[in-house]
């Protein structure tokens, strides 16, 4: 899976539980879940937990903590994935 | 953690204690009562002159017993003088009324507890062992928000 579509999958799994359409409609790698989706960290939690359930892969507390942006996530993910 | 240090641990006092007992405790659930004294405040005005327990004062009762007092006792040792409990989703159903002087018994079941959030299913029974009042209760309890 590339980039492109992993950021794609990502971004159907925040879908839910973003209360920010304009910021959603403009969703780049710099968007920040917290600052630009509006995203509480209850939610955070849902999406994490979605992500692992998606690809399969286990989210430490500590990449968990820096899972705040899609451009990091992203990256977590791709080597979480990498590693399986 | 001991039963009865749960409940010294809540960061609730009267009128906001609605945690009599706890009767048992594991990695995976919780089980407690309270009974609804008919002195409480709310029956003065819900309704006028016909007391019924409001369905947000159940729905707390499930989240102190069933979500709050888990997380205490999950939480066991790591349970630190900055913790701190917010209450973050519900979704009940309120099957029969609950009356002046009834005592409920909650049940908890642990669906996670992971990065700081639990999420667990309540039930709500009556004396008679009826279910009052179910449905899923979340919150995050953590040293950070």
Known sequence: ?84 | MNLNEIIKQLPYSKPFLFVDELLHADENGITGTYTFSEDLDFYKGHFKDNPVTPGVILTETMAQIGMVCLGIYLLGNDLKKDTVVAFTSADMQFLKPVYPNEKVTVTSQKTFFRFGKLKCEVVMKNEAGIEVCKGIVAGMITTKL
């Open chain 1, 1 to 84: 899976m590339n980039k492109e579509e992993l950021t794609a999958q990502l971004k159907v799994i925040i879908k839910p539980y973003t209360t920010n359409t304009d910021a959603y409609e403009n969703f780049t790698e710099d968007t920040d879940f917290i600052k630009d989706l509006n995203i509480n960290s209850a939610n955070l939690v849902d999406i994490i937990l979605d992500i692992e359930e998606t690809f399969d892969i286990v989210i430490e507390n500590t990449d968990m903590e820096r899972m705040l942006d899609v451009k990091t996530s992203v990256v977590i993910i791709e080597t979480k994935l990498a590693a399986k």
